[in-house]
Nanobody
Framework: VQLQAFGGGLVQAGGSLTLSCAAS????????MGWFRQPPGKEREFVGT????????LYADSVKGRFTISRDYAKNTVYLQMNSLKPEDTAVYYC????????????????WGQGTLVTVSS
């Protein structure tokens, strides 16, 4: 499975941005797809995840109520809609996927896309 994340950019605080993660290859076997982020100088952290087939979602407390994950089967794409962005949301955002896991631990995901940078200015 190959993942390609895109959609990052510069946005003002309070603004919105949508990231996309396009999956290719053996996507029929996927169970979970997650979003993670790595703020400058910090470790990677969990953002949210979605179960590919049933659509159930889970979010980090820091983004709950502001971020929404959705998926489009026809396009093999997962989206991360980010609203009410804050400067502390500035990070490189990564998407991840796995055929058996859909939790919060990044090391459990087998497939990773390249990161896309989101910068939120104050």
């Amino acid at each position: 499975v190959q993942l390609q994340a895109f959609g990052g950019g510069l946005v003002q605080a309070g603004g919105s941005l949508t990231l996309s993660c396009a999956a290719s290859g053996r996507t029929a076997n996927l169970y979970g797809m997650g979003w993670f982020r790595q703020p400058p100088g910090k470790e990677r952290e969990f953002v949210g995840t979605i179960r590919w087939s049933v659509g159930g979602t889970l979010y980090a407390d820091s983004v709950k109520g502001r971020f929404t994950i959705s998926r489009d089967y026809a396009k093999n794409t997962v989206y991360l809609q980010m609203n009410s962005l804050k400067p502390e949301d500035t990070a490189v955002y990564y998407c991840a996927a796995d055929p058996y896991y859909s939790g919060t631990t990044g090391s459990q995901y087998n497939y990773w896309g390249q990161g896309t940078l989101v910068t939120v200015s104050s």
